[in-house]
């Protein structure tokens, strides 16, 4: 793995540690040499982890739509691609990453995890995904994964694609040593 693709708020969130989380993670990416491909956005824990990496001296590939361009664009990373759209902007992210990491955030960062763990139980790629749960953030999102497989909508081993750690070390540990099951993605119906 050289390059993650970090998928995070475009909101710094209420309490301090999420924003504290962001840098953490920017950190790592530098201390453990990887680059870092995001949505280039200058603002909330996106910002905060573009900026961290490129005050350690990292790599940082941002990659936003026009139509945000000129809003909230960062002007101080390594390269920033314009492109046309938001698929275009997920199509280019995923290609440029080996891996994905998702911090706290919204609607967007749900989209690209769920697009991502799609195409993966689909075996379209064999990238890792995980989510970094700060203080709880995601124990809620996880229950709902549990209560599909219970439900017959998700195998288990797709659901345990979704890898989970609570710092940004552990987190890419877990992501270096990952490996995609080859599993049929269609749930059959109980005896
Ligand atoms: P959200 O979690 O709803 O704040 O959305 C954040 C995610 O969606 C990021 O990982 C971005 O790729 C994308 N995104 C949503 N809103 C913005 C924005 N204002 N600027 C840049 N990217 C955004």
């Known amino acids: 793995m050289k390059r ?10 209420f309490d301090p540690g999420y924003m504290a989380m962001a840098q953490q993670l920017g950190q790592a990416l530098v201390d453990r040499q990887y680059e870092l491909v995001y949505g280039g956005a200058a603002v909330g824990l996106m910002g905060q982890v573009a900026d961290t990496v490129m005050r350690a ?6 990659v936003i739509p026009k139509a945000l361009a000129h809003k909230v664009s960062h002007q101080g990373l390594t ?4 492109v046309a759209s938001m698929h275009a902007r997920k199509t280019m992210m995923f290609d ?29 790629h064999t990238k890792p995904c995980g989510l970094l749960n700060v203080a709880g953030y995601f124990d809620l999102l996880l229950a709902f994964l549990d209560n599909a497989v219970a439900q017959g909508f998700m195998k288990q081993a797709h ?32 005896k």
């Open 57 to 62: 001296g990292g790599v940082v590939i941002g």
């Open 96 to 124: 440029l990453a080996d891996a994905c990491i998702a911090l706290p955030g919204g609607f967007g960062t749900l989209e690209e995890v769920a697009e991502f763990l799609t195409w993966a139980q689909l075996r379209l």
């Open 159 to 190: 659901r345990e694609m979704l890898l989970v750690a609570t710092t940004p070390q552990e987190m890419l540990t877990r992501l270096e040593g990952y490996t995609a099951p080859v599993v049929e993605k269609w749930v059959e119906p109980q």
């Open 79 to 82: 390269q920033l691609h314009v």
């Open 4 to 13: 993650i693709c970090v998928y995070c708020g475009s909101s710094p969130g």
